[in-house]
């Protein structure tokens, strides 16, 4: 078969009558089907009160959040954008400034750098992690650069031992992008609790997800935290008096009442996605597919989070099968298609391709997958089949040998971090 040919689907078979006809990507509906009468109740309690900014529930909110990941001080917002920009604005980040981050990101990333006049430099990635390489951003820091962000994408911790060796070796603050990380943790800390900074995301599909857009920001510093306070309410203090020229980024209070409801089942349903992503482990090793899917590994250094399940498809077929799974009624997402690098917008910086090869080919083979903590094992083997289908890919096992049914045979190891007498991801196994 020719590599740049797609492959044809399979032929209906016996194992097709047995996947289910949908598997979205997303299920919100399934959480607030069970949080419902607790979310609504919250609402109506805010509405009762009055009090729809920067009211009770966004102080109690914020508290919860530092005891949580481990900070002094946990500072909410109007998105996970603006924490980005409020983190750049309290380091005094200024026009002709350089920020060193990856260019295989969200935009917000570098749109923060930009709208203060800043130059986003973009670093390469490590192919096998999608993180930002620290020796990538060693290369690229200059007399000009004032500060690195490093990204935790797809709830997976960037390489913080060596970053904070290279941004304490140039005397450069960190700011980390922690949006699709909350509760990930390297060597014991919580993201957003290692940098100078931590930026996150409340958008709906996030591992903690409100009913609208919303953010914080996380440090250590209490300098920076008294500036972000300031900052996020147009820097006025006391009222109508300004002290510095800030920005309008509060969090409604009714999103803070929603997120409460939903934030003392986040490490349980993080344990969830840890355990779907498991279970796509042993599904994918149940087929031949060597060589044209390669699936995320976990991550040994710390707590993987699991905001997104993204395989690697080689050979060009990546949009192919996209196309397949998209007929057969699963869905997926391209994170990211054109690098930041690549994008219109930053045209005049003077970015090609061929500058970050890691980061382009990313763009061209990977595909996210459906890893919501409510997914279902069948439809999880509906993914992971149709995905076979695709590539005509047999069993390696029989369907009795996978359960172990046959004397002597002896189920396949699971990752790691399920094999440990203790329950997933359970709180008191991380500082989170």
Known sequence: ????????????????????????????????????????????????????????DVTELEQELARLLGVPHAISCASGSDALLLALMALDIKPGDEVILPSYTFFATASAVTRLGAVPIFADI??????????????????????????????RTADMDSLVAVAGQAGLPIVEDAAQSILSTWRGRCTGAIGDVGCFSFYPTKNLGGVGDGGFLTTTRDDLAAKLRLL??????????????????????????????????????TTCRQANAARYAAMFGDYDLDGRVTV????????????????????????????????????????YPVPLHLQKCFAHLGWGVGDLPE????????????????????????????IAEFFHAPHLRRHEERSGAHAGHEAAAPPHFLRASRAVGRADDVRC
Request: with cysteine; net charge positive; aromatic share 6%.
């Open 359 to 386: 980061t382009e080919r990313a763009a061209r083979e990977t595909l996210a997958l459906p890893i919501y903590p409510e997914l279902r094992p069948e439809e999880q083997a509906t993914v992971v089949g149709r």
């Open 232 to 269: 996020r309410v147009h820097g006025m203090e006391p009222r109508y008096y300004h002290q510095v020229v800030g920005i309008n980024s509060r969090l409604d209070s009714i999103q803070a009442a929603v997120l409460r409801v939903k934030l003392p089942h986040l490490d349980a349903w």
């Open 126 to 155: 490590d192919p096998e992690t999608y993180l930002v390489s620290p020796a990538d951003v060693k290369r690229k820091i200059s007399r000009r650069t004032r500060a690195i962000v490093p990204v935790h994408l797809f709830g």
């Open 1 to 56: 078969m020719s590599r740049k040919t797609p492959p044809t689907a399979a032929p209906a078979s016996e194992e097709t009558a047995t996947f289910v006809p949908q598997v979205g990507l997303l299920a919100l509906d399934r959480q607030y089907a069970v949080l419902r009468d607790e979310i609504r109740a919250a609402i109506e309690r805010v509405c009762d009160s009055g009090k729809f900014i920067l009211g009770p």
């Open 296 to 335: 995320p590994g976990d991550e040994p250094r710390g707590r993987h989070v699991w905001n997104q399940f993204v395989i690697r498809i080689a050979g060009g077929h990546r949009d192919a099968l996209r196309a397949h799974l998209g007929k057969c009624g699963v869905g997926t997402e391209i994170y």
